[in-house]
């Protein structure tokens, strides 16, 4: 007689769910000036690629340069 594998439980915990989207949420505002030819280019990149909302644009650019820095810039042992 053929054994019945286990499944596992799509269920997740709702107490996990919860901390889980807490801890997503951006409580820290940070403001930046730009300059008249760089609001053009931003301005001028986002109709060309339809970019609808800036503040993601921004956080992706300045997170994908800073997780590249610190990614060569590890410490090494030797």
Same mark, same amino acid.
Request: glycine share 2%; net charge positive; charged share 30%.
């Given at each position: 007689?053929?054994?019945?594998? &286990?499944? #596992? ?14 801890? *997503? #949420? ?7 000036? *730009? ?15 339809? #970019?609808?909302? &800036?503040?993601? *644009? ?6 994908? &340069? #800073?997780?590249?820095? *610190? ?8």
């Amino acid at each position: 007689m053929a054994r019945k594998k &286990k499944t #596992v439980s799509g269920h997740v915990d709702p107490e996990y769910l919860k901390k889980q989207k807490a801890s *997503l #949420v951006r409580r820290h505002r940070q403001v930046i000036y *730009l300059n008249d030819s760089e609001v053009a280019a931003i301005n001028r990149y986002c109709e060309q690629f339809r #970019v609808g909302t &800036k503040s993601v *644009l921004y956080r992706e650019a300045i997170m994908e &340069k #800073v997780l590249s820095e *610190l990614d060569d810039n590890h410490p090494t042992l030797f």
